[in-house]
């Protein structure tokens, strides 16, 4: 079985502050990990994802995330919010076997200016 | 390049009606994925077709839904006398390959409601 936690329903933060979007994960096995983002209206848009290697990894729009095996994270970053990151962040998980990702219930960002 | 596309956007139907959800894929995607979205919650998988075989359809809450990708490229997502319950976000997303760790291209979805 696999399952993510999102314990915020919402994260506030002030423009040009960091920001940190938190994920925890349960899978057998070596996960595969994904965030993705969803715009008022829109599908979700792939961010980032770990597979192996670096345990920091970053992706679009000056995101990024770091896998700790130990607390079995995945925290989402990024240095300096901007109001346009307002929006819905979803974690996502699957086990190396599975074609299945399983979300998370999502977190909504919203940023201040 | 053309991202996945859904039809309709919005989609009203009254309690007992059947309706059809589209899904074109991007061009080439060998797997393609149904989810039911509701309001304030993550996407819930429904199916999954690699190709035009249907793998895994456990998500699938009643068998009052149906889906189907004949070809391998297109994919309809059908459901019979529908309910109140019904009532969600349908997403469709699709991944260029079969590997576990490729992402999903997801389209902005059909709108349900159900009167």
């Known amino acids: 079985a696999q399952s993510v936690a999102q314990p915020e329903d919402q994260v506030n933060v002030a423009e040009g502050n960091p920001l940190t979007v938190k994920c925890t994960y349960s899978?057998?096995?070596?996960?595969?990990l994904f965030w993705y983002v969803q715009y008022p209206n829109r599908g979700l848009q792939f961010l980032l994802k770990y597979i192996t290697g670096d345990n920091l990894v970053k992706g679009s729009y000056g995101f990024e995330a770091e896998f700790n095996k130990s607390q079995t994270s995945f925290h989402l970053k990024k240095p300096s919010a901007l109001v346009s990151d307002s929006a819905l962040y979803f974690c996502?998980?699957?086990?190396?076997?599975?074609?299945?990702?399983?979300f998370g219930r999502g977190t909504s960002l919203i940023v201040h200016p | 390049g053309a991202g996945v596309s859904q039809s309709p956007r919005y989609k009203v139907a009254k309690r007992g009606q059947d309706v059809a959800l589209r899904c074109d894929p991007i061009s080439g995607h060998v797997s393609l994925f149904w989810y039911q979205q509701a309001l304030g919650q993550g996407p819930e998988f429904l199916t999954y077709?690699?190709?035009?075989?249907?793998?895994?359809k456990s998500g699938l809450p009643s068998d009052r839904f149906f889906a189907e990708r004949p070809e391998g490229s297109v994919s309809t997502l059908k459901i019979q006398r529908t309910q109140q319950e019904d009532s969600a976000v349908y997403l469709c997303?699709?991944?260029?390959?079969?590997?576990?760790?490729?992402?999903?291209?997801f389209g902005d979805g059909t709108r349900l409601s159900i009167l």
């Open positions: 997303a699709s991944s260029l390959g079969t590997g576990g760790g490729q992402p999903q291209h």
């Open positions: 077709f690699q190709n035009e075989a249907q793998l895994d």
């Open positions: 899978v057998s096995g070596n996960p595969y």
């Open positions: 996502a998980v699957k086990a190396g076997g599975s074609y299945i990702p399983t």
